[in-house]
């Protein structure tokens, strides 16, 4: 084989593997999105009730956007009462609906000025925060650098890349082609950013994965094939619930895109996080609820 057809391997290993989370989002168009107003979120009439107080804020992953990747949980959580937000962010010039792409401590940054914007909407003086993938992790550079930890009660993580990724140990690979990472980092900063062991990542977990005040809930399921090892996801601290969907319903076969848009286990889980006083058992018959 031709030595720059062997150098394309791990690239568009890298590539393909970020299709996973691509293929499930990709078939809701503009229309789908200008219906998100009206589909029960992002209303910003909304007053949190007093048993829910606090708007939850849900921040989509990499190649998703504000209303594919929530159209199974928003409504879950809009018929139990709850005022729920969602934003994009990481928008690169000229490609539309698929954001998450820029440097993530700039799509932090908009983080920000999202949840001021509906805390002063709602009137409320903290926000929950509900992410996939790489909005599981990236509120935590906001939480941690940006102030938001004084807005935020709890931040709860789907399939979230909290110390990066492998993809099954490709990453390591680009190491061996000379320019792959400089093109990655230039293209698409964010897949840069959340590759295990990178800058982005030394900073935002160096002195713990946590900060005082906020509550943290991590939903990982073992089957995840884009955050690997699964297990990195976890995070350590003194209000941390890490939860594997496998122990809650052993033959959940749910893998990274499906956890977020349509596990039933795992919202089940997020509305136990979001409400722990009132939270009840998970299990495989909690998706009848």
């Not at 492998?166 to 900063?189: H, I, M, R, V």
């Not at 990542?201 to 900060?211: I, M, P, Q, R």
Request: aromatic share 8%; glycine share 8%; net charge negative.
């Amino acid at each position: 084989m031709l030595p720059w057809k062997r150098m394309l391997r791990p690239l568009a290993a890298l590539l393909l593997t970020a299709t996973v989370v691509i293929v499930p989002t990709a078939s809701a168009t503009a229309a789908t999105e200008a219906t998100a107003p009206t589909s029960g979120w992002n209303n910003y009439s909304c007053k949190p009730s007093t048993a829910h107080p606090r708007p939850v804020v849900l921040v989509h992953g990499t190649f998703a956007n504000s209303v594919d990747n929530w159209l199974g949980l928003a409504p879950y959580l809009v018929n139990r009462g709850y005022c729920v937000y969602s934003l994009d962010y990481g928008q690169l010039p000229g490609v539309p609906l698929f954001n998450g792409l820029g440097p993530i401590d700039k799509s932090a940054e908009q983080l920000q000025v999202f949840v001021d914007k509906v805390l002063a909407a709602t009137g409320s003086t903290k926000a929950d925060l509900v992410g996939h993938s790489q909005g599981g992790m990236m509120p935590r550079y906001y939480l941690k650098f940006l102030g938001g930890a004084a807005k935020v009660n709890a931040l709860v993580g789907i399939a979230p890349d909290n110390h990066g990724t492998t993809l099954n140990g490709l990453t390591n690979l680009l190491a061996y082609f000379p320019g792959a990472e400089d093109l990655l980092s230039t293209a698409t900063p964010a897949l840069a950013d959340q590759i295990a062991g990178s800058a982005f990542l030394t900073k935002l977990n160096a002195g713990g994965d946590t900060v005082a005040g906020v509550h943290y809930t991590v939903i990982a399921t073992k089957y995840d094939e884009v955050v690997t090892p699964y297990r990195s996801q976890f995070l350590t601290g003194s209000d941390v619930h890490n939860v594997l969907l496998q122990d809650l319903c052993a033959v959940d076969l749910s893998e990274h895109a499906a956890i977020g848009l349509l596990d039933r286990i795992a919202f089940h889980e997020v509305a136990n996080a979001l409400d722990p006083a009132h939270a009840t058992a998970t299990t495989c018959l909690s998706v009848l609820g």
